[in-house]
């Protein structure tokens, strides 16, 4: 054999084992994987449920408390009668201005709804007394009397404000970040002017009416704790109950408050 088809051979030869060796392109490593972010809770679905009930007063109901209406003549001109405050309302055994809400269960994320929630200052006084709100969502606060007010909550979490309102007609718009139960709301100008703001991460509650009954809808089917609070008797007196919903279901659920 010829020297040169004996290195053509040769040369030929040495392909694979130069690649055997290592030889070539290298491997490219394999890519790391991606880093995942914190997954976000996931939105909340709507559900069909219900939970409907009656909270129950069992106790002595307090006497009502008369208001001195002297050191504004325009809430004395409002009533000419006298004006006393009922801290506890009672009719029929239920217990009014009871917030009742989801108390655990409720799982995701619940955006704040877009529509306001309504404090009125009417008659020199608060209305409604117990106001229910979801994080983030706006306050739209009111005055409906040609007198004075102004509106002072004093939360632990949330910021405080406190917002003069001297004409009739006025209002002013707030919200609050954080979930916090029963803040104390005052006029600093009529000191018997009294309410209650509750903020919650969930829009699974109600507020009892005169006769103590309530609704809350809108529920996934899942097991829940209800818990409902007075804003005078407080947090100490609140009573909860757990109960089981299915699609579709109306649920019922009475709660005692003892006095």
């Known amino acids: 054999m010829s020297f040169k088809p004996f290195a053509r051979l040769l040369l030929l030869g040495s392909v694979p084992l130069a690649a055997a060796c290592g030889g070539g392109e290298a491997e490219k490593p394999a890519a790391a994987p991606a880093t995942q972010a914190p997954a976000a809770a996931p939105a909340a679905s709507a559900g069909s449920a219900s939970i409907a009930g009656k909270v129950s ?25 006298g004006l006393e405050r009922q801290t506890v309302h009672v009719k029929d055994g239920g217990l009014a201005d009871v917030l009742v809400y989801v108390k655990s269960g409720a799982n995701g994320s619940y955006p704040a709804p877009a529509e306001d929630v309504l404090l009125d200052q009417h008659g020199c006084d608060y209305t409604p007394h117990m106001v229910a709100m979801v994080a983030g969502q706006k306050l739209k606060i009111r005055n409906s ?4 007010h102004n509106i002072h909550p004093r939360p632990q979490i949330n910021a405080e404000f406190n917002v003069g ?64 609070v007075h804003g005078k008797l407080g947090k100490d007196k609140a009573v909860a109950g757990k109960i089981t919903v299915k699609d579709g279901e109306a649920a019922k659920l009475d709660l005692t408050l003892k006095g």
């Open 57 to 81: 007063f069992d106790g002595a109901v307090p006497a009502a408390e008369k208001v001195k209406l002297s050191a504004d003549p325009k809430c004395a001109e409002m009533h000419k009668g």
């Open 145 to 148: 009397d040609d007198t004075l």
């Open 165 to 228: 309102q001297p004409r009739k007609g006025m209002e002013s718009e707030k919200s609050f970040d954080k979930a916090e139960m029963l803040i104390p709301v005052g006029c600093d100008v009529h000191p018997w002017m009294r309410a209650y703001i509750t903020v919650l991460s969930n829009p699974f509650f109600a507020v009892t009416g005169e006769d103590g009954t309530f609704t809350i809808k809108g529920l996934p089917a899942g097991e829940y704790e209800v818990e409902a």
